[in-house]
């Protein structure tokens, strides 16, 4: 192990506790909520499609853009308009698609609020926001999923978020690679347990945390090639840290540890070199820095890959260096 998290595994370790005791409580009620559901529509259809009208629009009876701002303006007070979309103006089932967003309040979707409305005769067809006083449960079902998806306050929430789930995964890593030492201490011996436990420690924290950044990294090229990178994602990630996770049994705790940090750097230090390298690729300018949130990723990127070098010295120098019955020893 190359931290000493004596003192900080103790200061972590409450309120990280209490986070999990808490969200395992949110997301069951989460869970009995939703299951909850099928009492109340039974076998109807949560969400019903309106039937087509009969009417055909023309394109000359379509209200401006900014009549439509005001429109949007009295519904969603306290929102910007992020975007708006207008699709079938000339058939029977004219629509107007916009996305709001608001950082100070919960939003149903990690992209924002949505109002789908008729853009000829402004009637709202579906919505995220409460339209009236019967539905006040709308708040409750946003403050859900801003939770789940950790929407709320915007690009901090993300990041807080992010740390959580680092810290998630250095507690578990640093707590087993302390009480393996003094399990290793009182017995004298390393047994078969305690190596199948420090694999399996380093290869489902490090191959976790390797997943994810394999995956920030494929969406940048992915997206240069037109492959859908939702779909990507998870293949880009399980194979990641199923990969970890073999190779932490092959080669063992110590030489993995430090190999899967050598990779982590080279996987972060290759977020903000693509970043880079997209400033001279045609047309894609506009596309690297045009928000603060992809220049800060790749600050981030770049911070963790100078922990993982670090972190890949230090490890390496005490498995030849540290004490030779340990388990981290090579």
Known sequence: MWLDTHNLVGVISLPFHFIIAWSVIVFAFHDVL???LSLVYSDQPMFNRGANSAVEYKL???????????????????YRVESIEYSGLTSSRPSLGVTLMNEHTMMRNNSGDYIYMNPYTFEVRASSLAMNDEQYYVPYVASFFSLHFGGIGGDLGRWIYFIMGLLGAFLFYSGNLLWLEKRRQKQGEQTKANKFMANLTVGVCLGSIFGVVVAILSSKWLYLINISINESYLTCYYIVFFGSLIYSFVRG???SAIDLQKALFAACICIPVTSLLLLVIPNEQDWAYRHFSNFSLDIVAFIFAMIFLFGAVKTKH???FGERNSIWAL
């Open 60 to 78: 000359d009876q379509l209200p401006s853009v900014q009549s439509h701002l005001n429109k949007i303006e009295q519904l969603a007070d306290g």
């Open 318 to 320: 005490r498995a030849y």
């Open 253 to 255: 705790a110590a030489k």
């Open 34 to 36: 939703y299951d909850g």
